[in-house]
C-alpha cells in the first residue's frame, strides 16, 4: 500500500516538475533563438548599412566604371568579412553590381530580412547548399531613394549554436526528468515515512489490544458454558460467575484505557486546560495513597510546598497520570518498602517526583516501558492486572500538556519517575 502510495506520489511530482521543466526549457530556447536572430541581424544591418553606404558613394562617384567599382569592392569590401553576397540595386530595381553569387537580374526580395537556402559557388557549377541570413535596404540620399542594396550572410555559427542549444535541451530534459523522477521516489519516501510509522503503531496496537482481549474474552465464555450446566455443587457455579465478573472488570478497565488512548492523542485544546494548584492536587492524592500504602505494608512520604503551584492543565487528566505513577510504586515495591512523592519548582517548571525502592527496572526495559502493551515481567503484570498502558498513558497526558516524563531505575533498588511541566497560567 505504502510502495503504491510512493509511486503515485513520484509519479505525480516527476509529471508535475517535469511539466516545469518542458515549459520552461521550451520558452527558454525560443527566447534564446530569438535573441540571438536579434543579435544576429542587429550586426548584419549594422555592416550592410556602412557597406552599402560606402559602395554606392563609389559606384555612383565613379559613374559605373565597373572596373573601378570592382577593384573597390574587392578591397573594400571582403566577402571574408563572413558576406556570402552582396548587390546594387538601382531604384528600378535593376541588378547593377554584386560580388559573389549575382541573384537575380531583378530585385524580388522585399526590404527587410530573410532567412534563406542558397546554392554556392557559380550559377553554372554551384558546389554547396547554404542557409543565409539576407538583408535588403532601400537606399536614401536626402530622403531620395536611389537604389537598394542586398547582401546575406551565413548562419552557420548561428544554426550551429541553436543546434547546440537543441541538443542540450533534447539531452538535458530526459535526464533531468529522471533525476526529478528519482528525487520525486525519495521525497515520497520521505514523506510517507510518519504515516508510515504512525501506521505500523496503529496496527501493532490494534493486534496488542485484541491480543489482550482474547484471554479475558475466551475466560469469560469457558466460565459461562459451564456454569450453564445444570450444577452439581452450587458454590462451584457461584465461582464460575464470580470469575466471569472479575474478568468482565478487567476488561473494562482495559477498553476504557483504550479509548483513553485513542481520546487523548495529540496536545489538549486550550478551552479544557483551567488553572490548577498542584499542590493542593497532590495533597489529596497523597492522602488516598497513604491509607493504601499502609495496607501493604509499605511507608507513604509526601514533601509537598505549603504554598500553591499553579499552572494551566485538565485537572482530572493530571490526577490520572499520577495516580498511574504512584499505584506502579506501589504495585512494584515489596512490604516494607517506601514510596515518595515531591513537588518542587525548578528553573520555571513545576517538577513532581514518584520515588520507590522496589523491584527496579532492568535497563534493557527502560527504553520501552511507556511503549503501549509493554510489560517488564509479564506474569507478575498479568497477577497484578497491568496491562502495560498505565505509563503509555501517563505519558501521552504529560505530553499533552507540553510536558515531560522521564525514569531513572536500577534493578533491586528502586525507580524515580519524574515529571516536568511547564509554569504557566
Ligand atoms: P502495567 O499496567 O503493567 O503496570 P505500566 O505501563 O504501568 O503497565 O508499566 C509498564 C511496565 O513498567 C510494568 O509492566 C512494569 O514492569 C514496569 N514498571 C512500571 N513502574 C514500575 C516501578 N515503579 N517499578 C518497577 N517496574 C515498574
Known sequence: MFDRSRRNLAHWFALSMGGILFAFAGVGYCLNVEEQLRLFDDELFHHSKTLAAKTHYSLYQSQWQTQRTQAFLENGVTLNGGLVYARWYDTEKRLVQFIGSPGTKKLTAKPGFQALQVQLGSEDSPTTTTWVRQVTLPILQDTVLIGYF??????????????????????????????????????????MRPSQRAYLQLQRFTADASHELRTPVATVLSNAQVALIPPEDPLEQRLRLQKIAETAKSMSVLINNLLFLSRHEGSLAETTLKPVDLSKLLRSLAQDFTVQASTQGLYFIAQLPEHPVMLRADANLLKQAVINLLSNALKYTPAGG?????????????????????????????????????????????????????????????QAHQGQITVKSFPSQGSTFQIDLPLRI
Do not use: C
Open 150 to 191: 542586398q547582401t546575406a550572410a551565413p548562419m552557420d555559427s548561428l544554426r550551429s549554436s541553436l543546434n547546440q542549444a537543441r541538443l542540450f535541451i533534447t539531452v538535458g530534459v530526459p535526464i533531468t526528468f529522471g533525476v526529478i523522477g528519482i528525487t520525486g521516489w525519495f521525497l515520497g519516501g520521505l514523506a
Open 338 to 398: 517506601k514510596v515518595q512523592l515531591r513537588l518542587f519548582i525548578q528553573s520555571h517548571r513545576a517538577v513532581i517526583q514518584v520515588e520507590d525502592n522496589g523491584i527496579g527496572i532492568p535497563p534493557n526495559d527502560l527504553p520501552h516501558i511507556f511503549d503501549r502493551f509493554y510489560r517488564v515481567d509479564t506474569v507478575r503484570s498479568r497477577q497484578t492486572g497491568g496491562f502495560g498502558l498505565g505509563l503509555a498513558i501517563a505519558q501521552q497526558i504529560i
